[in-house]
């Protein structure tokens, strides 16, 4: 039986058949911030670093998450308004046409067609910010679904407060919503991420490479291989070129990967 995060057991219910998306886990699912890394080979030493591998990580069971509601049926609520925001803040439009469109390919083609994300238009109460988490949490409890967010998922655990203050995660225990950071999502529900991330791959292969709908720019077969090695990278530690006898930092969160994926 593969071994659970200390602290967490029993799967998450999701009698709903709804799950509540913070922004920040669809901005890492996108993972448009680590495009720029993949493209240019970052040296040894920044793959050594715990933040950058705590990034890599989040991305990974973010976009897992993701994945995992799209093969359930089940249905994603997020914030449309703030996604398009922030993701306009990472890759400004017109600013790199290759990673606007790798972007949006992103956007579109993979996480937009894995099933029943439903994108909620923003309300004055949900602009940014602290109003944003609030009507996060009350969505979430309004269809008595789990909240997953990032907030607090730090290079030294997953924590309820952080610096600058309290978390999401605060918020939602006060209402008594079920708050979750995608990798204990992951790990309550008993999910085999390996699979998961294998049937993930084969799938955004197919829509990667798919025609175009009218209007929607081609996607070139380079920029389709380039965004499948930044989800092996992202989901299995893949580079290519490998890189020989790399030891990452351990996250203490982190799940294993089989020793066959271990570099």
């Given at each position: 039986?593969r071994?659970?995060l200390s602290?967490?057991s029993g799967a998450v219910?999701t009698?709903s058949?709804?799950?509540?998306?913070?922004?920040?886990v669809?901005?890492?699912?996108?993972?448009?911030?680590?495009l720029?890394?993949?493209e240019?080979?970052?040296?040894?030493?920044?793959?050594?670093?715990p933040?950058f591998?705590?990034r890599?990580?989040?991305a990974?069971?973010?976009l897992?998450?993701?994945w995992?509601i799209?093969?359930?049926?089940?249905?994603?609520i997020s914030?449309h308004?703030e996604?398009?925001?922030?993701?306009?803040?990472?890759?400004p439009?017109?600013?790199?046409e290759?990673?606007t469109?790798?972007?949006?390919?992103?956007?579109h083609r993979?996480?937009g067609?894995l099933?029943?994300?439903e994108?909620?238009?923003?309300?004055?109460?949900?602009?940014?910010?602290?109003?944003?988490?609030?009507?996060l949490?009350?969505?979430?409890g309004k269809?008595?679904?789990?909240l997953l967010?990032n907030?607090?998922?730090?290079?030294?655990?997953?924590?309820?407060?952080?610096?600058s203050?309290?978390?999401?995660?605060v918020?939602a225990?006060?209402?008594?919503?079920?708050?979750?950071a995608?990798?204990?999502?992951?790990?309550?529900q008993?999910?085999?991420?390996?699979?998961?991330s294998?049937?993930?791959i084969s799938a955004?292969?197919?829509?990667?490479?798919?025609?175009?709908a009218p209007?929607?720019?081609?996607?070139?077969p380079?920029?389709?291989?380039?965004?499948?090695?930044l989800?092996?990278?992202i989901?299995?530690?893949?580079?290519e070129?490998?890189v020989?006898?790399?030891?990452?930092?351990?996250?203490?969160?982190e799940?294993?990967l089989?020793?066959?994926r271990?570099l």
């Open positions: 039986m071994k659970q602290g967490f219910q009698a058949g709804t799950v509540v998306l913070d922004t920040n669809i901005i890492e699912a996108v993972s448009a911030e680590l720029n890394y993949i240019n080979r970052p040296p040894v030493e920044v793959l050594l670093c933040k591998r705590t890599q990580l989040r990974r069971y973010s897992l998450c993701v995992h799209a093969e359930t049926g089940q249905r994603g914030l308004e996604v398009e925001r922030k993701l306009k803040k990472i890759v439009p017109g600013s790199d290759d990673a469109l790798l972007t949006e390919a992103i956007v993979v996480v067609g099933g029943r994300l994108w909620i238009a923003d309300d004055e109460r949900s602009s940014r910010g602290n109003a944003a988490d609030a009507w949490v009350e969505l979430a269809h008595n679904a789990p967010t907030e607090g998922v730090t290079p030294t655990g997953i924590r309820d407060r952080k610096p203050g309290k978390t999401i995660r918020r225990k006060k209402e008594s919503v079920r708050v979750f995608p990798v204990e999502f992951i790990d309550r008993g999910i085999d991420h390996e699979a998961l294998e049937r993930f955004a292969r197919g829509r990667l490479l798919v025609t175009p209007g929607e720019c081609p996607l070139h380079q920029k389709a291989e380039l965004l499948l090695g989800y092996r990278f989901l299995f530690d893949e580079l070129p490998p020989p006898a790399i030891r990452r930092p351990r996250i203490p969160w799940l294993d089989s020793p066959r271990h």
